[in-house]
């Protein structure tokens, strides 16, 4: 954890729509952008943003194309599809504890990349929860339609989180300039599988592959817990987790203290 940052603030903006909830980081990744942001909380600071998802939601990566969702059972099912600013590939966000951390420095993607797993690693271990990074990129299916080529949480890079060889948390970034925002998923329940509901199937895709291989690859806190974690504790360990790693350098906010950096933004 040794990133230059002179203070490093965390919030817990709660559970928004999938729209409210992107909306809030394009804003706050903006006001990094333009330095609104460390006008306000200072040079080399950092925040951490905790979330969640009402109703449920799908994320597309930045670049991924939409037909790989089938837009009407999400219409009918209630689930929001919404496109994040990030890379990667789609996420279900149900049952779910959900990051963003947005930062202006001059590290290297890979090193912020292991910094925040590495917090979220330390954070998890009073639950007896003991991840590992991936050592390595898993080579994803080449071909047609596959879990892989729909899902974040079927292809896992380095420095990522798993347990017992299956991925634990998914993640992406977006770098410009010096300015980096990095989303990150932990699945609670096993309901993040269920984004097999909501791909478009073509003929020479197979459903029931596709299921295998998400829950061959995938793994949420109930199924090594045996119960789901309540999304306040875990905000709980997270800034236990950044205090111990960062001492008197960490400042909790309320979401109200950044109502002037997302231009007053009236969902938060």
């Given at each position: ?195 097999c509901r909501f791909i478009t199937f073509s003929e020479e895709s197979d459903p029931e592959s596709i299921s ?29 987790a950044l205090k111990t790693l960062h001492g008197s350098k960490v400042e909790v906010l309320h979401p109200d ?12």
């Open positions: 954890m040794n990133a230059p940052f002179s203070k490093v603030y965390c919030v817990d903006t709660g559970s928004h729509t999938g729209e409210e909830n992107m909306e809030f980081d394009r804003r706050i990744l903006a006001a990094f952008l333009d330095g609104r942001f460390q006008l306000k909380f200072g040079q080399e600071s950092c925040l951490w943003r905790f979330y969640a998802w009402r109703p449920f939601a799908i994320t597309l990566g930045y670049n991924q194309a939409s037909s790989g969702i089938d837009a009407e059972k999400c219409r009918q099912a209630g689930v929001d599809v919404v496109r994040r600013p990030t890379g990667g590939r789609a996420v279900f966000h149900a049952d779910e504890f959900t990051y963003s951390f947005f930062s202006d420095s001059s590290e290297q993607n890979s090193e912020i990349y292991r910094m925040v797993h590495e917090m979220i690693r330390r954070a998890l271990e009073p639950l007896g929860i003991h991840a590992e990074f991936c050592r390595s990129t898993l080579q994803r299916s080449e071909g047609g339609q596959n879990a892989g080529s729909v899902s974040c949480f079927t292809a896992s890079a380095k420095y990522e989180l798993q347990v017992e060889g299956r991925k634990l948390v998914g993640s992406a970034q977006r770098k410009t300039r010096n300015v980096l925002l990095q989303h990150g998923s932990l699945p609670l329940s096993v309901r993040h599988k269920d984004l295998a291989e998400m829950e061959r690859k995938t793994i949420s806190l109930e199924e090594i817990l045996g119960y789901v974690p309540q999304y306040d504790v875990l905000t709980e360990l997270m800034r236990n203290q950044l109502s002037d950096i997302v231009e007053e933004c009236h969902h938060y």
